[in-house]
């Protein structure tokens, strides 16, 4: 068995961000060797989500209205009486799925034809991390 | 290691329509000849989840009114502006959870009473596939 | 390649009960001996999610009180004519995410600052069980 991990790093500008990851994480599988096997695509912040879906702006835009519609980022949540004003991201990310485990087939992510790997940042401006875990032979 | 790579393939009939697919994963982990592992079950296209939950059909028409409350099917949507008429699925799966990892423990599924593994597609009438990965020993 | 299956029990007192259980699959990570690998953290029952996320009542109060306001727990459902309660439960445990699977590195669970495992169960009041199923080497 092989295995390998690689921490992908962000310096998320805006609060709200979207980063297609695709390139990245086939990358780190064509680096560890592995043939066949599983990647874990995990954001280790708790406000983000990896998201499989389309790389296409006008969906994106369509998510981040939904989310606002059903959990309000501004509205009132005992989360921010901690001092914090993101408790909808931890809800949206939650919403979006977290994460995401992909196959490797032949050496190679082993994708849909319209299948691309986002993170979804729901509270940026900060420096956050991706986990990618990749197992196999 | 073992690996086992299977593509289900399904000629979907129906715009929305939801299949269950435990025998087929079953049969693929039995195939396969891994014992202790793990199996993904990832829907290949973006518009349709892979759901562990009850094989009840009123549960299933619950899920259907639910999505269509959050997100309405014909409500107005960027991404349909570029000809397309799914944006709402491409909503539904996320919130549906996108795919499942099961367990493999002596060579069988490993489920508890009530799960059964579905291929739920909100955008079909087309031929889609859904991918198995089984990795272990 | 090593493996280890662990079945976590509850005996859930309460309809709806957050549980934090980071320390039982850190303590199954440590006795498996797996270095490097995956653990998939799955509910055993469909009414029930695994869910990484803070370890804040305020927020966990936010998750059930947006999750009420999305699926009312009292609403009407088909799947309760067939003589449950529970179809909304059914629904939640969808909209959080199901299960995880997390990254096993050096020996332990390689987790984020405020990456907390918590079983969420919408449906108690009765035992339940949460499989552990580790993989690698």
């Known amino acids: 068995m ?3 991990t690689v921490y ?3 310096d998320t500008e805006k609060k709200i961000q979207i980063v297609r990851i695709t390139d990245k994480v086939e990358q780190a599988v064509r680096e560890s060797g592995v043939k066949e096997g599983l990647v874990l695509v995990n954001p280790m912040h708790i406000t983000a989500a990896v998201v499989v ?3 296409e702006s006008g969906l994106h835009g369509d998510y981040l209205r939904i989310l606002e519609k059903l959990a309000p ?5 005992r989360h921010n009486d ?3 004003n ?3 991201a931890h809800i949206w990310r939650q919403l979006m799925g977290h994460q995401v485990v992909m196959a490797i087939t032949g050496g190679r992510l082993d994708l849909g034809t319209w299948e691309q790997i986002f993170y979804f940042e ?3 401006k900060r ?5 990618l875990k990749i197992i196999g032979e």
Chains 1, 2, 3 share one sequence.
């Not at 980022?73 to 949540?77: E, H, K, L, T």
């Open 122 to 124: 729901f509270d940026g």
């Open 82 to 84: 901690t001092g914090e």
């Open 127 to 131: 420096s956050k991390r991706v986990l």
């Open 8 to 10: 992908l790093a962000f």
């Open 2 to 4: 092989k295995s390998k």
């Open 86 to 88: 993101n408790a909808a």
């Open 53 to 55: 879906n389309d790389d």
């Open 73 to 77: 980022y501004s509205a009132d949540y």
